[in-house]
């Protein structure tokens, strides 16, 4: 088997990295250019708040973004300012977004903006392959888009089966159905969803409703079945006798599905640019998308001149309101 490797594209408006092994992507991981804190960055904040005294507080940086700090340090009292560390970053949540979170920063620690998506696969110790632009499309080889329609969509298909993907403030749920006998469904659905998680970076409180099992045996298998396929470090429950399975796995940043949910038309957006940076022909690109994805690029005027430099050619934006947030296309003058 050829080892892993990390494709990586420095695109326009974020960066896209795929762990993949046989053209199959293991692993994914979007990061979004903002202006939020990274995790690992150190950051000097203000404490706003005490919400249990000497525990935690709220503290907001100097950027605006208010931050869960815990533990509060000895004498630190409102209206103080600190380094501090950020240990999970902001996730994006209906209604309101969820804190990020931070510690006090070591002793003698100085302000850093903590490590890019780059950095962070780098210090795998696997390799890395930029890819460009004019070159063989590797992401979308190994299944670009049609991991990013499962993790918008949340619909996983599996040979005899399928996973239905649920995002909800308390955790991710994953239903498992299918035609298989039900503890042959309940390995294949765990192993699907043990794939799935790894593939869209979901941490946090995770459950996978399984088809009810009566045996301990076959609750056992499946079990394994997943343990056989999700990295550690997680944590998990058995199955119990109605086929339900809770893991818990860190959650330092916003997985897959939250990133591409939380603003459809952005994340519509941003896909296009990379289909205009790769579309072939020459003269001018034109991008037609829904009017909501148009008013988008039509207000970013970095990312339009970023495309322009990249491919040499002028760009056109025209909306179109019978398409969908996801069914945008880029035309060229000259194909």
């Known amino acids: 088997m050829r080892l892993a490797e990390w494709l990586y594209e420095a695109g326009i408006g ?13 692993e994914a991981i979007i990061e979004r250019d903002d202006a939020s804190p990274r995790g690992g960055a150190i950051v000097p904040a203000r404490l706003i708040r005490q919400l249990i005294p000497r525990r935690r507080g709220i503290a907001v940086t100097d950027g605006g ?34 804190r990020a979170k ?31 632009a004019h070159g063989a499309d590797r992401l979308e080889a190994a299944g ?36 298989l006998p039900p503890a042959e469904l309940a390995c294949a659905g765990a192993a699907a969803a043990g794939r799935a998680i790894r ?30 396929v999700l990295p550690l470090p997680f944590e998990r429950t058995a199955v119990n006798g109605f086929g339900f399975l809770q893991i818990v796995r860190p959650r330092p940043r916003i997985s897959l599905p939250e990133l591409l949910r939380d603003d459809p038309a952005a994340a519509a957006a941003r896909a296009l640019l990379r289909r205009a940076e790769r579309t072939r022909g020459a003269g001018t690109r034109t991008i037609v998308a829904a009017p909501a994805v148009i008013a988008l690029l039509d207000e970013q005027a970095d990312w339009r001149a970023a495309l322009v430099r990249r491919i040499g050619s002028a760009l056109a934006l025209r909306a179109q309101p019978a398409l969908a947030i996801s069914a945008g296309y880029v035309e060229a003058e000259h194909p």
């Not at 974020?14 to 293991?26: F, H, K």
């Not at 869960?68 to 950020?86: D, F, H, K, Q």
Request: net charge negative; glycine share 12%.
């Open 14 to 26: 974020e960066a896209r990295a795929a762990l993949v092994a046989e053209d199959v992507i293991l």
């Open 65 to 98: 973004d208010e931050l869960l700090l815990e533990p509060l340090p000895p004498g630190v009292s409102e209206g103080a300012t600190l380094l501090v560390e950020i240990v999970r970053e902001v996730i994006p949540e209906p209604g309101r977004a969820k």
């Open 102 to 132: 931070a510690r006090p920063a070591p002793d003698g620690a100085c302000a850093t903006p903590g490590a890019s998506l780059i950095d962070r696969i780098a210090a795998t110790g696997l390799p890395v392959i930029t890819l460009p």
């Open 144 to 179: 670009w888009s049609e991991l990013i329609e499962e993790a918008t969509s949340g619909e996983i298909a599996f040979a005899g089966g399928g996973l239905r993907l649920s995002l909800t403030p308390a955790m991710t749920l994953f239903d498992v159905d299918g035609t």
């Open 199 to 228: 593939r869209m970076g979901i941490g946090g409180s995770i459950g996978v409703d399984l088809p009810t099992l009566a045996g301990k045996a076959e609750r056992q298998a499946a079990a394994a079945a997943l343990d056989a």
